[in-house]
């Protein structure tokens, strides 16, 4: 091979490894979208599911009671520990920066029992 055809085929190598970067990148974002989608589903499950029982409690105090908000604060803990936001500033989003504060309150809020 000459030494020409040898430059123009790293050149073309580059131009592919460069397009694979970009489509890596798009793959990568729609991942991202799929996965906030999901766990925003997830926290809407878990709200409606919490107003539901909420509702059940107060209709019907005779049912044997569980304990809906340490329930409930063991799915957002799981969220978060999962790398999603839980808190109303980024609801959903993954978090891309370690901790986030607004969580960290939001879920001792919980913790400590009423909101
Ligand atoms: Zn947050």
Known sequence: MERKDLFAEVESMEENIGRLYEQLGQLKRQLKTLLEDHYKLSLENHNLRERLQERGEKGDLKEGKTNPIGEGVDNLG??????????????????????????????????????
């Open 78 to 115: 799981r969220l978060y520990y999962e790398g999603f936001h839980i808190c109303n500033q980024y609801y959903g989003s993954m978090r891309q920066e370690g901790d986030c504060l607004f969580c960290l309150s939001f879920l001792n809020k919980r913790l400590g029992g009423k909101e």
